[in-house]
């Protein structure tokens, strides 16, 4: 019997993992240093075994149709989620132009609660049931959120449908789309996750020009109707598509009190958590910026499609040089530089050319952050913990991602539509959690150099 086929039939159990190193010392791997480009080829022979005594293809049919599975998911998913600036924009000056910015953001914002709070119980039901019934689940929440925001009138309507809901159906998609993938590499997962995970930047890119194009030419309701359709259907295709090779098993708790007394866990998610209030506030306020620096509205959104665009590939190279640098190494400056561009760029972005210079540059930095962040947990987490810090790690920061685009939005209504306080907001809290990010690092290895 093949290698290939003995782990099709012995699967083992895998979380929201992207990597399978052991607690100890998870800077030293220097016996392996792969050309992170295999998973792509035909050839399955070349089989890792981790830790667990679980088999990873590291490549082959299943494997390469999950990672293409995952592009679309994440796609239609994240991709939407993350081009919330052009419903905020589109509020603000029609359905809900009574409202202040900071009222607005609430429903962007309970977007991402949702999002990021349902990791632990989505990362405990993969583990006992697989990714097929919460796809199916993910994408029919959806789809429905979609077709009711379309038709939402009152901002209690926004709330429950594109906030709560719509949340809530990419949370199902998302989670399961990334686990499952974790099921089938080992040597190159960080590369094929990196390649997934470009699929919400690229959704990033098509989504903003789609809706201002359509609620032009359509109206509103038939515009999110019509991204709703394509969303759909690339939803039902990803779910098709995705295969997982993890062994059902009862899932473990959802908080772990020895986790959080793990003092690199302990500094990570406090960095994380730093990070998170102020990442997604540029995605939020850009094209608002834009047209406070009085660009016009057919160009103001394409800054946001910029923003999202250098996300893509700040999502693929870390993920791929990751593999040979250490994931910590490029997770810390990444979160610094993200939160300097802000302070540095956006903070003195007067003209479109600047604005687009800083987008491009966040994007790249800010994708490369939401890219590595999760490898780190694992890589610093017992195989049989991954799924539970995961999902804890998720559940910690979905309040500061809650609270930040309305504390955003009250600061801007402060100052009287200033935005200077609102950017040096977004921008500290990064640099700040890059610190600690860099000290969880520092306790794995106290040399600043070290493959960590």
């Excluded at 760029?345 to 952050?369: D, P």
């Excluded at 907001?425 to 690092?441: A, D, N, P």
């Amino acid at each position: 019997m093949s290698d290939v086929e003995k782990c099709l039939q012995t699967p083992a159990t895998i979380c929201l993992s992207i990597e399978e190193e052991p607690s100890i010392d998870p800077h030293v791997h220097h016996s392996q240093t792969p050309s992170n480009i295999g998973f792509l080829e035909t050839d399955t022979s070349s089989t890792e075994v981790g830790h667990s005594g679980h088999q990873f293809p590291e490549g082959g049919r299943k494997a390469r149709l999950t990672v293409l599975g995952a592009f679309f998911a994440l796609f239609c998913t994240f991709g939407q989620m993350t081009a919330f600036g052009t419903f905020q924009a589109w509020y603000a000056a029609h359905q809900l132009r009574h409202m202040p910015p900071s009222t607005i953001s609430w429903i962007g914002s309970l977007q991402l609660w949702v999002f990021f709070f349902s990791g632990a119980p989505i990362g405990r039901l993969f583990d006992a049931y697989g990714p097929t019934g919460l796809m199916l689940a993910g994408s029919f929440c959806y789809i429905t959120s979609i077709i009711l925001t379309s038709f939402c009138t009152e901002y209690y309507q926004y709330l429950l449908s594109q906030g709560i809901l719509f949340g809530l159906g990419v949370g199902l998609l998302f989670y399961p789309s990334l686990a499952s993938i974790s099921t089938h590499f080992s040597k190159y997962r960080a590369t094929a996750l990196g390649i997934a995970a470009a699929g919400s930047g690229v959704g990033g890119v098509v989504f903003p020009i789609m809706l201002q194009f359509l609620f032009e030419r359509v109206g509103f309701g038939w515009g999110v109707r019509i991204s709703g359709l394509i969303s759909g259907v690339g939803c039902i295709v990803s779910t098709l598509m995705i295969t997982s090779l993890s062994a059902h098993k009862k899932p473990g708790p959802y908080f772990d009190i020895k986790t959080i007394t793990d003092m690199r866990f302990a500094l990570l998610a406090t960095g994380s958590c730093f990070s998170a209030l102020g990442l997604f506030i540029p995605f939020f306020y850009v094209v608002d910026y834009a047209k406070h620096l009085s660009i016009p509205d057919h160009m103001s959104f394409y800054v946001l499609a910029v923003m999202n665009a250098g996300s893509v590939l700040g999502r693929i190279a870390p993920a791929y040089l990751s593999d040979s640098i250490g994931r910590f190494n490029l997770l810390t400056p990444s979160a610094f530089l993200a939160g300097l561009s802000c302070l540095v760029f956006w903070l003195f972005a007067k003209s479109l050319v600047s604005l687009m210079l800083f987008s491009t540059v966040y994007g790249f930095f800010s994708g490369a952050f939401i890219s590595l962040v999760t490898p780190c947990v694992a890589q610093i987490s017992d195989i049989r913990q991954i799924g539970t810090r995961i999902g804890m790690l998720y559940s910690i920061v979905s309040f500061p991602a809650l609270l930040g685009g309305p504390a955003a939005g009250a600061l801007l209504a402060r100052d009287h539509g200033s935005f200077t306080a609102m950017i040096i907001f977004s921008g500290s809290t990064m640099v700040v959690g890059s610190l600690f990010i860099l000290l969880s690092k520092l306790v794995m290895d106290k040399s600043i150099l070290a493959r960590v």
